[in-house]
């Protein structure tokens, strides 16, 4: 079946410039994550849904970042005022329920702020 | 969250098998041991996890020590597909809702 799935692959913004991040979970699965990874590192949480709600949005860096899911699906990172420490790329994940449930992860948004 | 450590890089070669440590000395009764690995420019990918005994499945075999302070994961005969950041995740049952990783293991695998 289909995995998860992220759009775009590559983002190349400039600093100062909005950018959205979209995340197509696996169908069913009620527990979306969003991690960002910068280069040599593990990913770095940000941000878990659980169906509409975000349950722990501790990870989000500043009120610049901000993530939405309405209808319990579709996900979409948004990041205001870019700036080039933000440049990374972007991991979702999906699991049927949460943890200790097994995370599926996307692809990731390479994201590049000039 | 309990810590886990592991050595920065390993390598191999194809076909031999591959054992990764991962240390977790202050690991408690209800944490789960979670491996991922991520191959190049992909996300990560659930390999294995158990909690108290040894487990194999398709991809590896995760051998846990009596006291549970440290693994290791196996696999079998490796292949250049198994070049990857291997990384052990302790998971809390269910009071954990993020993994958190850490630097993981680097695995090269030489033809």
């Known amino acids: 079946g289909a995995g998860v799935s992220q759009t775009p692959s590559n983002k190349v913004t400039e600093k100062g410039k909005y950018v959205e991040l979209r995340c197509d979970p696996i169908s069913g699965h009620t527990a979306l994550y969003w991690y960002r990874q910068s280069l040599g590192q593990g990913p770095e949480f940000l941000i878990y849904f659980q169906g509409t709600g975000a349950a722990d949005d501790s990870g989000l860096p500043n009120d610049r970042f901000f993530a939405v899911r309405p209808e319990g699906s579709v996900s979409t990172l948004k990041i205001q005022r870019t700036e080039r420490g933000d440049s990374a790329v972007y991991l979702c994940?999906?699991?049927?329920?949460?943890?200790?449930?097994?995370?599926?992860f996307g692809p990731g948004t390479r994201l590049t702020v000039l | 969250d309990a810590k886990t450590t592991q050595p920065n890089s390993m390598e191999s070669n194809e076909e031999e098998p591959v054992h990764l440590p991962c240390n977790h000395s202050?690991?408690?009764?209800?944490?789960?041991i979670h491996w991922y690995r991520q191959l190049p420019s992909q996300g990560p990918e659930y390999v294995i996890h158990g909690l108290t005994s040894n487990v194999n499945n398709r991809m590896a075999s995760l051998a846990i020590a009596e006291d549970r302070k440290s693994s290791t994961l196996i696999l079998h005969r490796a292949t250049l597909r198994d070049a990857a950041v291997y990384y052990c995740i302790l998971i809390r049952g269910y009071n954990t809702d993020k993994l958190i990783f850490g630097t993981g293991t680097r695995l090269q695998v030489f033809p």
């Open positions: 202050t690991i408690s009764g209800t944490d789960y």
């Open positions: 994940a999906s699991s049927i329920r949460g943890l200790p449930d097994t995370q599926y």
